[in-house]
């Protein structure tokens, strides 16, 4: 199994490198129409319908920013451009912090232009700066350097997307200086997915001409640089002969002796983790657990996902604890590393056991989380509704951040593994694409009939595991791929009118259908909306006050629902609440996560904290959000 590229970068770069908006390519001057085609051609709608050619965008990015895309050696001076040695970081730094409001406004202004005059070379350190949340940070520096930032965007061709083209171009020219040049590069690119274009390119360069382990990569896992040596590592692990889940099995001592030993911590995480889900690599087993106590609550979820997979029934109740006191949300309680030693201490000891008996390969993990904390928020101001969306990655820190105005109002919000924003508005049957600038990239039509169109309501939008994008809306749910193509649909009708009664839905991973309607009765349908043989409705307490409801398959044949006071689980077959009982809560969001936990909003604070609890009720964690002019729309890890 290959993790996504965006999951295999998280924590391991800067919290300010991985927050950054991904600039758009310019657009391409407008064309006079063609002429009608021929009979029998393809027509423009039939060229939409085809996928797009990844090549072919990757030259129309680069000749649009200026550059050949057929020039390797222009290509590669390129990216040398913008690798800094320590005297140009030095520079580069004096320059931002003359940009400062201790000094003149004549000096700050002379630094930030010649900081846009460097180009490239200042691009990452400033957004650094632009990104600052350190107490002591100079507001007048991060204002210069994101404005910076937008002058260097408009006038050089700095974008993360030019980046991007130019090391997938490289990778595919098997140009000889490529591999040094995007290496020596690496700590400078300018966003977590820039380092996984890399980490996608080397990939591809992970066995030499020979067959044997590329000697630039085995050399950079003693590299100074911690994303050097993690992405090498991973480059060596999944990128060798193809078939075999430890791609070169001679180098896997040296794996587990990196996950023990490196200095980065977060390096030593992502390589236990993946040699064990990847790689099944037996060995990796005890260095995960082992390194709980110094785990980020991000990759806790992460590590439980997978060893309750391995451990199955026999796992141990307990659970990695991240509790955080109220008055300082930013910080963990101390407490938290001794009871995370417990929990260590409880799957060693399980392990002891389970260690002969177990073999990794004919047991089937799949990690389906990244360990990143999604929240999304709405107040209304202006001329609309003002949303915003913030992940936190396994580091703890802001990874992408964003936000738009709505002319109506929004409920909820998504986003995919492209870090794509999908959002929904009253009275418009569509479903808003948006980049992380909250620009509308795409608009996918919902099929609705025509009445129902012109007093459109929505009520969720999900992105399932196959990556396909699930809307609900008062009268149906529809479904898109990833490229916006419809796949599903299914609307309700009464007297061959649109019924207007759903409040809630889901897709269960078969194809059936879980819908709550407005009179609080939960029922199964298959994918023609007849109701499913051998699966009961029931009845829910009340829906949610927002006309919203949430539900969420929690297992084979179970849901969890978010109700207006409680939060339950149900089972499909019986009918019956089983499992997650969460009473005397007003809450607007639930998850179960795969570590058995269920973490929700807890609306009696404001503004409302999430909450995860064991199984048990016992708490062990807790965010509590800053903005106290919002209203709660979403919150998930994903």
């Known amino acids: 199994m290959r993790l996504p590229r965006l999951f295999l970068s998280a924590g391991l770069v800067p919290a300010a490198l991985a927050a950054v908006v991904i600039a758009q390519a310019p657009p391409k001057p407008a064309l006079p129409p063609a002429p009608p085609p021929p009979p029998g051609a393809t027509t423009k709608a039939d060229d939409k319908k085809k996928p797009a050619d990844p090549v072919e965008l990757d030259k129309q990015a680069l000749t649009a920013a200026g550059l050949k895309p057929d020039d390797t050696a222009g290509l590669i001076e390129y990216l040398k451009s913008r690798t800094l040695n320590d005297v140009d970081l030095g520079k580069i730094n004096d320059l931002i912090r003359k940009m400062g409001g201790e000094n003149k406004f004549d000096d700050r202004v002379a630094a930030q232009d010649q900081l846009v005059q460097i180009g490239g070379k200042a691009v990452a350190p400033l957004r650094i700066a632009a990104k600052d949340e350190s107490s002591s940070a100079d507001p007048e520096v991060i204002y210069r350097a994101k404005q910076a930032i937008r002058r260097m965007e408009k006038e050089k061709a700095v974008g993360a997307d030019i980046t991007a083209a130019v090391i997938r171009t490289l990778g595919r020219s098997k140009d000889p200086q490529a591999l040094p040049t995007v290496l020596g590069f690496l700590p400078l690119a300018d966003s977590a997915a820039v380092v996984d274009v890399i980490q996608e390119a080397l990939r591809e360069t992970a ?237 996918w039509t919902i099929p609705v009939a025509q009445n129902a169109r012109n007093n459109f309501q929505p009520k969720g939008v999900q992105v399932r595991e196959n990556g396909n994008v699930f809307v609900v809306h008062a009268c149906g749910v529809a479904e898109f791929d990833k490229d916006g193509k419809e796949v599903f649909k299914y609307n309700r009708e009464v007297n061959k009118q649109p019924a207007y009664d759903l409040v809630g839905a889901t897709r269960l991973k078969n194809g059936e259908l879980v819908l709550q309607l407005n009179t609080n009765k939960v029922m199964v349908v298959d994918e023609k909306g007849k109701e499913v043989e051998g699966k009961k409705a029931f009845n829910v307490g009340s829906q949610n006050q927002y006309q919203k409801s949430l539900i969420q398959q929690s297992g084979e044949d179970s849901v969890l629902v978010v109700e207006q006071n409680q939060i339950m689980e149900y089972n499909l077959k019986t009918g019956k609440a089983e499992g997650t009982k969460i009473q005397n809560v007003y809450s607007n969001v639930g998850q179960k996560l795969p570590n058995g936990n269920v973490l929700y909003s807890d609306n009696n604070y404001y503004p409302p904290r999430i909450v995860e609890k064991t199984p048990k009720g016992e708490e062990v964690w807790a965010f509590y959000s800053k903005d106290q002019n919002s209203n709660l729309i979403k919150a998930m890890v994903r």
């Open 207 to 443: 066995a030499g001409p020979d067959g044997k382990p590329n000697d630039l990569l085995v050399k950079a896992l003693s590299d100074d640089n911690a994303v050097r040596r993690r992405v090498a590592a991973l480059a060596l692990i999944e990128g060798g002969t193809p078939g075999k889940p430890l791609r070169f099995p001679e180098l896997q001592p040296k794996f587990v002796e990196m996950a023990k030993v490196d200095k980065d911590p977060a390096v030593r995480f992502v390589l236990a983790r993946t040699l064990v889900a990847d790689a099944k690599v037996k060995d990796a087993v005890p260095v995960l657990i082992d390194l709980m106590p110094d785990m980020t609550r991000g990759q806790s979820w992460q590590a439980e996902e997978l060893l309750l997979q391995i451990a199955g029934k026999d796992a141990p109740a307990e659970r990695c604890k991240h509790t955080r006191n109220q008055s300082s949300p930013d910080k963990e309680l101390a407490s938290n590393k001794k009871s995370r030693e417990g929990t260590r201490d409880a799957w060693n000891k399980w392990w002891a056991t389970a260690k002969d008996k177990t073999d990794l390969a004919k047991i089937e993990v799949k990690q389906t989380l990244r360990g990143h904390f999604l929240i999304a928020a709405n107040f209304w101001g202006g001329a609309g509704q003002q949303v915003t969306v913030t992940e936190y990655g396994t580091d703890d820190k802001v990874r992408l951040q964003t936000g738009f105005q709505v002319n109506n109002q929004v409920l909820d919000v998504a986003i995919d593994g492209a870090d794509r924003v999908f959002s929904m508005e009253y009275g418009a049957a569509q479903v808003n694409v948006r980049d992380l600038s909250g620009k509308v990239t795409a608009t």
